[in-house]
């Protein structure tokens, strides 16, 4: 049973349309990630949620912005992607505390024409 | 902030063989250490974790030693099978915010 879903799986936008992505999770964690992975790299932490508390790494554009309406959902939204905003993006879920595991979706492939 | 390494980048071994990926991490208020599988076009699993009050935990073919003094922390694969061929990435949380530093991931083929 999935338990952190992701969608769409793949999507294609054009050079500075905004897109938005979307996750959730039927696990009830208080704590959700969003995630840039570019091909053979390491996931980088974009910005994440703690309950409501929304946390935005340093180096993460303006570009990016997220929406956590509620415990299950969390939407992000990149409102002029541009062609280096092409990656895979991954949503995860934890509970708070020290040493809970991550749950990863399976994430959204993003291509930018 | 932290700052995690990964090494090798690549590894291959042939069927039967032992892999090991080693990682350092700077801070040393990092205590949980978890490490993830990430298969072609899916998201990481977690396959093994350690926190800093222990010194090695197994679960089958698969271990995970860490040594708190020198930071570092490595995955010990024994008896390879094919299947066993991903990206394998280390990672390291303090807790605080939950926040995890992933290393630059290890591309482990094991060859037939």
């Known amino acids: 049973d999935a338990m952190v879903i992701q969608n769409p799986r793949y999507q294609v936008t054009q050079f500075g349309k905004p897109v938005t992505l979307s996750c959730s999770q039927t696990?009830?964690?208080?704590?959700m990630y969003w995630y840039q992975q570019k091909s053979s790299q390491a996931p980088k932490l974009l910005f994440h949620?703690?309950?409501?508390?929304?946390?935005n790494e340093a180096d993460t554009p303006d570009n990016f912005q997220s929406r956590r309406p509620n415990t299950s959902f969390c939407f992000l939204d990149i409102r002029s992607p541009g062609l280096g905003d092409a990656a895979m993006y991954l949503c995860?879920?934890?509970?708070?505390?020290?040493?809970?595991?991550?749950?990863f979706g399976p994430g959204t492939r993003l291509t930018v024409t | 902030g932290e700052n995690v390494e990964q090494h090798p980048s690549t590894l291959s071994v042939q069927e039967g063989d032992s892999a090991v990926i080693k990682c350092t991490y700077s801070?040393?208020?990092?205590?949980?250490f978890p490490w993830y599988k990430q298969e072609l076009g899916k998201g990481p699993q977690l396959i093994i974790d350690?926190?800093?009050?222990?010194g090695e935990k197994k679960d089958q073919r698969i271990a995970v030693t860490l040594n708190k003094t020198a930071k570092h922390f490595s995955l010990h694969i024994t008896e390879t099978q094919p299947e066993d061929s991903a990206v394998y990435f280390c990672?390291?949380?303090?807790?605080?915010?939950?926040?995890?530093?992933f290393g630059t991931g290890t591309s482990l083929t094991v060859i037939p």
């Open positions: 990672a390291a949380s303090k807790g605080t915010g939950n926040q995890f530093y």
């Open positions: 696990l009830n964690h208080n704590v």
């Open positions: 949620y703690y309950d409501k508390d929304f946390n």
């Open positions: 995860a879920t934890s509970r708070d505390g020290v040493g809970y595991e991550q749950y």
């Open positions: 801070d040393s208020a990092s205590n949980y």
């Open positions: 350690i926190r800093s009050n222990v």
